[in-house]
């Protein structure tokens, strides 16, 4: 089992959602995050002002999967959160080493 966490532009959540719904991943969990990478930022201008932002906003997403399931859960997030522009986020893959369902007791693959 594995953890897929993506950071993706938060613009671009139904897409992959349904992206990762239609492969058989059927929960996740988003985060609203704050961050950057590459992009620094921006500047802004509020009533004549100019102000820099240095955090965008961003959405963290958490899905557990089977081993079996990784490369395909990638290859839907990547293809549907890219736009070709600076800060499309990033994908990172960790190891799960158990899950149990609270509810019912099941563990490992069965809980997710």
């Known amino acids: 089992m594995k953890i897929v966490t993506a950071i993706i532009k938060p ?9 990762l ?7 996740l969990t988003v985060t609203e995050v704050k961050g950057y990478g590459r992009q620094k930022g921006h500047t802004e201008i509020y009533r004549g002002a100019e102000y820099a932002i240095s ?3 961003k959405l963290k997403i958490e899905v557990a999967v ?11 997030i990547s293809n549907t959160a ?3 522009q600076i800060g499309d986020g ?5 190891p799960l080493e158990r899950a149990i369902r609270i509810r019912t007791g099941e563990t ?3 809980a997710l």
């Open 90 to 94: 990033k994908i990172f893959v960790t």
């Open 21 to 27: 719904t239609n492969i058989g991943v059927h929960g």
């Open 55 to 57: 955090f965008l906003p």
């Open 108 to 110: 490992d693959t069965d």
């Open 11 to 19: 613009f671009k959540l139904d897409e992959v959602r349904d992206a």
């Open 82 to 84: 890219r736009t070709g």
């Open 66 to 76: 089977d081993a079996a399931l990784v490369d395909q859960v990638i290859q839907a």
